[in-house]
């Protein structure tokens, strides 16, 4: 397999904030399954999509917002496309919100604050 250098702020996700960055869709259902509230970051390809690096920097914003409510990971490339398709969340950046293995919903493209904080509230009061 090979493994694809990250963008810097991506790789910080990694390295300074611990995320995983989830390979394969049996990952994804592993980390997804887990007790608690999830964000999945689909970032699109950095190179091509300027929107991916402001979504790197709002997402642990946004979670920090949150009081930690959620954990974050960050999908793979390699499987970007079949996660999107798989939950209709076809833009990116994107952050899928999951419970329990439960898809919540999902924000795509960089938005307002005030939209980020709206959707968020919402996503996450959704019983699941």
Request: glycine content about 6%; hydrophobic content about 40%; aromatic content about 10%.
């Amino acid at each position: 397999m090979t493994i694809t250098a990250l963008h810097p702020l991506l790789a910080r996700l990694e390295d300074e904030f611990g995320w995983p960055r989830l390979h394969s869709l049996h990952d994804v259902a592993e980390f997804t399954q887990r007790p608690g509230l999830h964000c999945l970051f689909v970032p699109g390809d950095p190179r091509r999509n300027l929107e991916t690096e402001d979504a790197a920097v709002i997402l642990p914003e946004l979670r920090m917002t949150f009081q930690n409510a959620f954990d974050c990971a960050l999908v793979d490339d390699a499987i970007e496309a079949q996660v999107r398709e798989t939950h209709k969340a076809l833009k990116t950046p994107g952050f899928l919100f999951f419970r329990q293995g439960l898809y919540l919903g999902a924000i795509e493209k960089i938005r307002d604050w005030d939209d980020y904080i709206a959707r968020t509230s919402h996503i996450l009061s959704l019983p699941g």
